[in-house]
């Protein structure tokens, strides 16, 4: 079994920063990486960007690209999303998940391909 945590989230103006953390506990060993989704008032989730279980390869969507950044440290079990430059379109409650299947960027944005999810956190930017 593995529990995700997800904390960081907050409000902020347009232009602000964050840093999600995404705290891993239990049976992580298995993971073939992490992705962090985001959903938005009425929308679907969304794929947002992933990072490989040894933190090698990063990927992101084309809407966040340049701003946000995904680390790890194993050490901690702890995934981190950095959010620059932040948009009020970049409101959404953002989730983190452990992909449950091999790194393949035409698939990362699949929901049904990762296995454990966080309950999210909450982040909202002002305009």
């Known amino acids: 079994q593995v529990q995700l945590v997800e904390s960081g989230g907050g409000l902020v103006q347009a232009g602000g920063s964050l840093r999600l953390s995404c705290a891993a506990s239990?049976?992580?060993?298995?993971?073939?990486?992490t992705g962090w989704f985001r959903q938005a008032p009425g929308k679907e989730r969304e794929f947002v960007g992933a990072?490989?279980?040894?933190?090698?390869?990063?990927y992101y969507v084309d809407s966040v690209k340049g701003r946000f950044t995904i680390s790890r440290d194993n050490a901690k079990n702890t995934v981190y999303l950095q959010m620059n430059s932040l948009k009020p379109e970049d409101t959404a409650v953002y989730y983190c998940a452990r992909r449950s299947v091999r790194w393949e960027e035409t698939a990362l944005g699949r929901t049904n391909e990762y296995d454990y999810w966080g309950q999210g956190t909450q982040v909202t930017v002002s305009s």
């Open positions: 239990g049976r992580t060993d298995s993971a073939y990486g």
């Open positions: 990072i490989t279980w040894n933190g090698g390869c990063t």
